[in-house]
C-alpha cells in the first residue's frame, strides 16, 4: 500500500460544485502539505499544516480550505470550483526537523472543472 | 523575483550521453536546503536528491549528482550515462532557514528531459 494515498485519483466536475480531496499517511509523519501542478508553472504551495492543531496558508490559498482531522489526515477543498482550478492536485508529508529527508508525495489528484 | 528558477523548458539528450539540468535560486538565508524531484509522465513525484547550505561535498547518489556552487546560487543536477527511462519532467525546489519549522518548498518551473535513443 502506498504511503501517502490520495482520492480520488481522477475527478471531473461543474462550475459551482463543492469538492473535497482526500489525502491519507501511514509514515506518521507531522507536517502535510498541498499542492497545485499547472503547465509550466511547477507546484504551487496552498496549504500546509504542522499537526492537527496548526494550518497555515501557502501561495495559492485563496478559493481552498482545508482540514486536518487527525495527524494521518488532510483534506482539501474547493467550495465553488471554477474553471481556473483545473489542475494536478498532490498531497505531501514530511517529518519535522530533518534536514536531508524530503517531501512524500501522493500520486496526485487529476482535477477539471468543466 | 523567482526563488527558484530553472532556464531550461525543455532538454533533448542522446542517451548515454551525461545532461546537465540548471537551477539558480535566490535566498538571504544562510540555511537552506535543496532537492531534485523527477516527475515520469505517469505523475508521480520521486526525490532524487539533496544539497544542504552547509555541505562541504557536492550530493551524489548514483547516477545523479549536484553541481552546488553556492557563491553563484546554483545547484545544477548532472546525470551521468542517460538512460531512456530518465525521460521526464525534473523539478528543483528549496527549502529556506532552519529546518525546524521551515519545511515547506518553493519549486521551480521544471524542466522536460527527452533522451533519444
Not at chain 1, 39 to 68: A, M, Q, T, W
Not at chain 1, 69 to 74: G, W
Request: hydrophobic share 30%; aromatic share 12%.
Amino acid at each position: 500500500d502506498a504511503d501517502v494515498t490520495q482520492t480520488p485519483r481522477n475527478r471531473i466536475t461543474k462550475t459551482g460544485k463543492r469538492i473535497m480531496l482526500e489525502c491519507s499517511q501511514t509514515k506518521g509523519h507531522d507536517r502535510m502539505y498541498w499542492y497545485r501542478q499547472d503547465p509550466g508553472l511547477g507546484l504551487r504551495l496552498i496549504y500546509y499544516s504542522f499537526d492537527v492543531k496548526d494550518i497555515n496558508k501557502g501561495e495559492i490559498s485563496d478559493g481552498y480550505s482545508v482540514s486536518r482531522q487527525a495527524q494521518a489526515k488532510f483534506s482539501l477543498s474547493l467550495e465553488s470550483a471554477i474553471p481556473n482550478q483545473t489542475a494536478l492536485y498532490f498531497c505531501a508529508t514530511s517529518e519535522p526537523g530533518t534536514a536531508n529527508q524530503p517531501q512524500h508525495f501522493g500520486d496526485g489528484t487529476r482535477l477539471s472543472i468543466l | 523575483a523567482q526563488k527558484i528558477t530553472q532556464t531550461q523548458p525543455g532538454m533533448f539528450v542522446q542517451e548515454k550521453e551525461a545532461v546537465t539540468l540548471d537551477c539558480t535560486y535566490d535566498t538571504s538565508d544562510p540555511s537552506y536546503g535543496l532537492f531534485w524531484y523527477k516527475q515520469p509522465s505517469s505523475g508521480e513525484m520521486i526525490f532524487l536528491i539533496y544539497q544542504g547550505s552547509y555541505d562541504q561535498q557536492n550530493a551524489t547518489e548514483g547516477r545523479y549528482s549536484l553541481n552546488f556552487q553556492k557563491a553563484r546560487k546554483s545547484a545544477n543536477l548532472v546525470i551521468s550515462a542517460s538512460q531512456l527511462g530518465d525521460s521526464a519532467m525534473y523539478f528543483c525546489a528549496m527549502r529556506e532557514g532552519p529546518v525546524f519549522g521551515n519545511e515547506k518548498l518553493t519549486f521551480g518551473t521544471g524542466t522536460r528531459l527527452t533522451i533519444i535513443p
